[in-house]
């Protein structure tokens, strides 16, 4: 069993959706949770970071941390073509080694 | 403000042979980590490095080693190239705090014929 699952899709919706995103993971150590978006043939870039459970906000961008069901997700709401991309979830428990999921690929049809 | 730099963008090699990739931190970033991330799938942890010393590695063999420099600039060094190894190498920066915030760059592009 991976310490972090990710269903990787493709996730195909249309523009202006509420897209739901969500990993499982298996160590409980885990502290940190983190979102990154890859779009192709790019590094990954820093979308949403939380520290222990809860939910936080950022523009169109919901993430929430629920550690005792060892379960995370993200929200992208109205959603647009530009948000087609690779969506990461990572999470460390403190230092620099995270774990990755395998990554959804996203796409927002216009 | 420069973010992560890596070079070479693409490369190929041959079975057998050995490469030196390189990475340059986030302007105020001392740690470098190094990722692989094969077609389809998510960054597997390679090594950290932080004041010139490997201080995490994952797991991958030896053949696997880095190096940081003094101006926290890095190199990864792959020996005895195996077509397995074929992927994007991801050089990633962070400060000191264990915040598990990573910078990327764009990643070199190793194919191994």
Redesign the interface.
């Known amino acids: 069993q991976k310490e972090v699952e990710q269903d990787p899709g493709p996730l195909s919706v249309p523009e202006g959706a509420i897209v739901s995103l969500n990993c499982t993971y298996s160590n409980s150590a885990f502290q940190y949770f983190m979102w990154y978006r890859q779009y192709s043939r790019k590094g990954p870039e820093l979308l949403m970071y939380t520290y222990s459970s809860g939910n936080k906000e950022d523009g169109r961008f919901t993430a929430q941390v629920d550690k005792s069901s060892k379960y995370i997700s993200l929200f992208i709401r109205d959603s647009q073509p530009s948000d087609s991309a690779t969506y990461l979830c990572a999470m460390s428990p403190g230092g620099f080694k995270t774990i990755f999921g395998a990554g959804t690929r996203l796409f927002v049809k216009a | 403000d420069a973010g992560?730099t890596q070079s070479p963008t693409h490369l190929i090699k041959t079975r057998g042979q050995q490469v030196t990739l390189r990475c340059s931190p986030k302007s105020g970033h001392d740690?470098v980590?190094w990722?692989q991330q094969a077609l389809?799938?998510?960054?597997?942890?390679i090594f950290?490095y932080y004041e010139e010393e490997e201080?995490?590695r994952?797991n991958f063999p030896d053949r696997f080693s880095g190096h940081q420099f003094p101006n926290y600039s890095s190199e990864l060094n792959v020996n005895a190239l195996l077509l397995g190894d074929s992927a994007l190498y991801?050089c990633?920066s962070?400060d000191r705090a264990?915040?598990?915030?990573?910078?990327?760059?764009?990643?070199s592009?190793l194919t191994v014929l």
């Open positions: 992560v740690t980590s990722y389809g799938q998510g960054p597997q942890f950290q201080r995490q994952g991801l990633a962070g264990p915040t598990g915030e990573l910078f990327f760059g764009e990643g592009r």
